[in-house]
């Protein structure tokens, strides 16, 4: 019967891990006002008529703190990147000069900052439902465990493990947030 638990604890870190991952993912992609390439990662072009990601036909280099660089391995794809890029609304004029396409990162105002913070705490407080999301079916289980002849004992000592584990993500939840505000609004 351990086993059942042990299992279940086991999918329960699962779980939480892919949401945290999840989340870090989704910060990475609100601006700073310093260049990175993960600004990119969602960016898909039509290359010979299939959806491919921008990072699998280009190169895309970042030489100081407010220019990127986009080097296409075909050139005659760099007009479809730039038009990508300007649909994807980012914020960003990418200049295309026949080799490459530079985009210069406008240093952030401290209203879009704010906008961005905004925007970081929301995912975390979607990051934070679903990991109450997933405490909630787990504890559904147990109890299930529980009717199935599983002592209450266990199922006690399981519960108060699931949410000393809930407590843990929440707070590196609050950390990562935590960061990334400080991140955006420091000025450079």
Do not use: C
């Not at 703190?65 to 038009?83: G, N």
């Not at 147990?142 to 004992?153: N, P, T, W």
């Not at 407590?167 to 420091?186: C, R």
């Amino acid at each position: 019967m351990e086993d059942l638990i042990s299992d279940l604890k086991k999918n329960f870190d699962e779980n939480l891990n892919n949401t945290l991952t999840y989340l870090n993912r989704e910060l990475v992609k609100i601006r700073t006002g310093k260049a990175h390439p993960s600004l990119f990662d969602d960016i898909k072009i039509d290359y010979y008529g299939t959806m491919t990601p921008l990072n699998q036909v280009a190169s895309i280099n970042i030489p100081d703190a407010r220019t990127i660089v986009i080097q296409p391995w075909d050139k005659s794809i760099l007009m479809v990147i730039e038009k990508a890029i300007l649909n994807a609304n980012l914020g960003f004029t990418p200049i295309n000069n026949g080799e490459i396409i530079r985009i210069n990162v406008p240093q952030l105002t401290e209203e879009r900052r704010k906008e961005y913070v905004k925007l970081a705490k929301s995912e975390g407080e979607k990051a934070k439902i679903s990991i109450r999301n997933i405490r909630r079916d787990y504890f559904e289980k147990l109890k299930k465990l529980e009717k199935e002849g599983i002592s209450e004992d266990e199922i006690k000592k399981a519960e108060k493990e699931f949410q000393d584990i809930v407590d843990n993500a929440i707070k590196q939840v609050d950390a990562m947030i935590e960061a990334k505000e400080k991140e955006i609004l420091q000025v450079n």
